[in-house]
């Protein structure tokens, strides 16, 4: 067949294993999967309780426009409905910007390492992808990034916190970046982790959306919502952008269902306080390890963390796998000798800890 040259030799995203794949593999019973940066705890109970006493006709359409949730959003984060788009996850808004706005002869700029869905998607369009190492701080070097935008750059990502590094982009560096930038290229800034944020350098990017008609925010209900089933994603920029954006998006992309628990599970702020909490403990336990060991770590604004593991990370993860727990090879993430693990609960990372332990003890890497 006539496939575009862009596809050819494309190899699909690699998800963490499923469970019941690594269950049969090893013939395992149970299997803690810290992979994919789900929330351990789940989603607010009220979404489950009211999935329980739910009924829907299945045959009708959702709406195009996800009214409810979109007052819900607009709401909770306190913009006017018209600065929303919704993507069945942020990966379909990643897709509908490289649609609209990459292709042959533009590039695309943006961080090593980052969020692999935003090179993947600049390929498929063919656009060249401009990748700029992190800085001696391990964050965005922004300067670096600037001095790669030319006439043909269409489309600058900027991932924060770092999905795999895990740090913040500070305030006074998006603003400086911001403020010279062409106003022709657009900035994205991926917020999937605000809501585990609390370094007091991070800015209130609101404010920022309203002086910048090219940034547009990127949030998802997958990470600290605990609703990656569902799929939604949002997007905020001003109306115009918004507006640019909204034909290439497909025109049912939220279910039924999604658009009737997102407004629950943002009624319940009180969950998300929780989990934060048990996400700041349980990130602990990871930075312990580390210490007592001697073993570098990225410190994390995120429910993961980056950690070396001074042992190649595709074996230690296979051999976590046949103990029972998924996380990520850093080698896959374009970090060798790293692991990114989800933080868990309390006794998955516990779990997780003894079973590294016995494993990097047996390689002979801990002291
Ligand atoms: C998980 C993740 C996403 C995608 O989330 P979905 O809304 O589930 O598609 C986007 N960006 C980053 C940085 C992520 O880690």
């Not at 950690?307 to 029972?324: C, H, P, Y």
């Not at 609960?345 to 779990?351: L, P, R, S, V």
């Amino acid at each position: 067949m006539k496939w575009k040259e862009t596809v050819k030799g494309l190899k699909a995203y690699e998800p963490g294993k499923p469970i019941d794949a690594v269950k049969r593999e090893f013939g395992l019973e149970e299997i803690t999967k810290l992979a994919s940066n789900e929330n351990p705890l789940g989603c607010s109970p009220k979404v489950n309780a009211f999935l329980k006493e739910t009924d829907f006709n299945f045959a009708i359409y959702p709406d195009g426009y996800a009214q409810n949730m979109r007052t819900a959003v607009a709401e909770h984060a306190g913009v006017p409905e018209r600065d929303l788009l919704f993507g069945n996850g942020s990966d379909e808004i990643i897709s509908i910007i490289s649609r609209s706005l990459l292709g042959p002869g533009t590039n695309t700029v943006m961080a090593k390492p980052t969020f692999s869905q935003y090179k993947l998607n600049a390929q498929i369009e063919g656009a060249e992808v401009r990748e700029v190492p992190l800085n001696d701080k391990r964050e965005h070097d922004l300067d670096a990034m600037l001095a790669q935008v030319d006439d043909n750059t269409s489309v600058v990502w900027i991932c924060s916190p770092n999905n795999p590094t895990g740090g913040v982009t500070n305030r006074s560096a998006i603003e400086n970046f911001l403020a010279k930038l062409p106003a022709d290229v657009l900035v994205v800034l991926d917020e999937a982790y605000i809501e585990y944020v609390t370094d007091p350098n991070y800015p209130d990017t609101l404010p920022l959306y309203k002086q910048y008609p090219n940034l547009l925010l990127m949030r998802t209900f997958s990470k600290a919502y605990g609703l990656a089933a569902f799929r939604v994603g949002y997007a905020i920029g001003q109306e115009a952008l918004v507006r640019k954006l909204d034909p290439v998006r497909a025109p049912f992309n939220n279910t039924v269902l999604s658009q009737v628990i997102v407004p629950i599970a943002l009624s319940d702020q009180d969950y998300i306080e929780k989990c934060r909490a048990v996400n700041k403990a349980g990130k602990k336990q990871y930075v312990a390890f580390c210490e007592r060991h001697g073993l570098d770590y990225y410190p994390s604004d995120t429910n993961f963390i980056l950690f070396e593991i001074k042992a190649d990370s595709n074996e230690v993860f296979q051999e976590l796998m046949s103990r029972g727990y998924i996380v990520r090879s850093g080698a896959a993430l374009g970090v060798p000798n790293y692991l990114r693990v989800t933080i868990g609960t309390e006794e998955q990372n516990a779990g997780l800890l003894a079973q590294l332990e016995d494993i990097l003890a047996t390689k002979g890497v801990l002291a």
